[in-house]
């Protein structure tokens, strides 16, 4: 568990650089050279991805509230897909950037309520409790640092169709994924 809390601190400590203290990270910046400052940026994040993904696997589950139910598993699924919808979007001239200003940091939301609904234990409520945290804290410092949100003009709908695409793909391959990351397959809801 020691792992997973120290990755969880490291990952949020070095995306809140950026929203807390823009300054700090620009200075580290000029001092580094952008390249080697956004390089050591990424190591951190893998780093921090590499402990949350050991700390997981190697704590076992300490049951604290409750047990997942088949309607529990489907709603998982679906805010799961829309989770992975958000995150997509991040990347594409769409019209949900018309609606939510982050829509990455909506994803990550979403993600963290997803696996909250079943997954009722200490090691849960650490890891999908603490980066749903992060990211409504991340979402509030970013909008408190940049003002006011100027919405965009949406793309088209070749935009919209690629965004669908790519996140039923990228659905796919994390449920492919899952017992290597996770350690354990996703159960059915069907």
Known sequence: MVW?????????????????????????????????SKGLFALGILISLGLIIMGWRSTDPVPVFYASTVPLWFAAY?????????????????????????PMLTGVILWGVAHLLVNGELRSLLLFGGMLIWAVCEIVFINKRDGDYEKPEPGGLVEEIKVLVVTIVVSAILVWLHPWIAGRYLALAF
């Open 4 to 36: 997973l809390i120290i990755g969880l601190i490291l990952w949020s400590d070095l995306h809140l650089i950026k929203a807390l203290l823009p300054k700090a990270r620009e200075q580290i910046s000029l001092k580094l050279g952008v390249n080697t």
């Open 78 to 102: 679906v805010i799961n897909f829309l989770a992975i919808y958000c995150l997509v979007s991040s990347s594409f001239n769409v019209r949900l950037k018309h609606w939510v200003r982050h």
